[in-house]
């Protein structure tokens, strides 16, 4: 079945770490997305990704970095630089003039 | 910058009722989307809505679009407890790269 899996489901992380969440999707999309949730708000858009090689920041990129080196693989670090990384992660991806499909997301907590 | 506002924020309704939701946004856009995510889980995506007058209907539930108010509804028709979840509408930018920005979300609780 084609879909987005995303891991881990649950992470903690201790301060002054960095953290990679992975993303992977075989659907066979161009596009790929990472979104930020906070308890009770909308998503906010991180980073986006077009093509292989190619990416650009969101609205809240600062202390997030990301790879596209392969069409299938989007991961997202969370750097230390991050001072408020408790959140829901969720991936998307995006092929033709298709919505955005989503991935199940990685709950992040700082401990 | 593009702004989405949903209201209400939080709606509790009894089955059977009916009731809209909306969706206000600031600068032109030529897509909008409607998603559902229930409470620990990720997005499901329920329309898309690409034109003026679009109008999409599944099941209880059907969206609509006005760009020249800037406006799309979600109506719920004859709830039912299934219906409780989140509901976001997202908006599409123009320059093709399909960024969105959503609304903060409407959190609809159906009482029996």
């Known amino acids: 079945d084609g879909g987005i899996t995303q891991s881990p489901k649950y992470l903690f992380r201790k301060e002054g770490q960095n953290v990679t969440l992975s993303c992977e999707q075989n659907l066979n999309h161009d596009a790929m997305y990472w979104y930020r949730q906070d308890p009770g708000q909308g998503l906010r858009l991180i980073y986006y990704?077009?093509?292989?090689?190619?990416?650009q920041k969101g609205d809240i990129a600062e202390g997030y970095s990301v790879s596209r080196e392969k069409k299938e693989s989007f991961p997202l670090t969370v750097t230390s630089a991050q001072k408020n990384p408790t959140a829901f992660y969720l991936c998307?991806?995006?092929?033709?003039?298709?919505?955005?499909?989503f991935g199940p997301g990685t709950r992040l907590t700082v401990l | 910058e593009l702004k989405v506002e949903q209201n209400p924020l939080f709606l509790s309704m009894q089955e059977g009722k009916n009731y809209t939701i909306y969706c206000n946004y600031s600068t032109t856009s030529d897509r909008l989307y409607w998603y559902r995510q229930d409470p620990g889980k990720s997005l499901e995506s329920l329309f898309v809505l690409l034109s003026n007058g679009a109008v999409k209907q599944e099941g209880r539930l059907m969206a609509s679009l006005d760009t020249k108010a800037r406006l799309s509804t979600l109506h719920i028709t004859a709830a039912v407890h299934d219906l409780s979840a989140t509901y976001f509408c997202a908006v599409g930018d123009n320059f093709g790269n399909e960024k969105l920005t959503f609304g903060t979300g409407t959190r609809l609780t159906i009482i029996p």
């Open positions: 990704s077009q093509i292989v090689n190619d990416f």
């Open positions: 998307a991806s995006r092929g033709g003039e298709t919505p955005q499909y």
